[in-house]
């Protein structure tokens, strides 16, 4: 069982930054695609980035050129760093871990930001 961590939510102003961070429990943190969606209050959770095990990062559309995901093996910890911030990226903030080879798919418990002048 791998347990995921978030921090680095909270209440931002347009066009300000925010640096969520995900830390997993374990030694086997390398070998998962790790992810961050976000669910808005109505709306259903939807992917915001991801990066594989080789350290390649896939975006949203409407997140591109703002977001970066990265990873830190050593660390265990992925992190996102959001710049230009709207409005509407106000959501809850999920970390997953997936391999599915072993089929393997954890969740975290999810941080808030809040992005409102």
């Known amino acids: 069982q791998v347990q995921l961590a978030e921090s680095g939510g909270g209440l931002v102003q347009p066009g300000g930054s925010l640096r969520l961070s995900c830390a997993a429990s374990?030694?086997?943190?390398?070998?998962?695609?790790m992810g961050w969606y976000r669910q808005a209050p109505g709306k259903e959770r939807e992917l915001v980035a991801a990066?594989?095990?080789?350290?390649?990062?896939n975006y949203a559309a409407f997140v591109k050129d703002r977001f970066i995901i990265s990873r830190d093996n050593r660390k265990n910890t992925v992190y996102l760093q959001m710049n230009s911030l709207k409005p509407e990226d106000t959501a809850a903030y999920y970390c997953?871990?997936?391999?599915?080879?072993?089929?393997?798919?954890?969740w975290g418990k999810g941080t808030l930001v809040t992005v409102s002048s």
């Open positions: 997953n871990a997936q391999n599915f080879r072993y089929g393997m798919d954890y």
């Open positions: 374990g030694s086997i943190f390398s070998i998962f695609r």
């Open positions: 990066i594989t095990s080789g350290g390649s990062p």
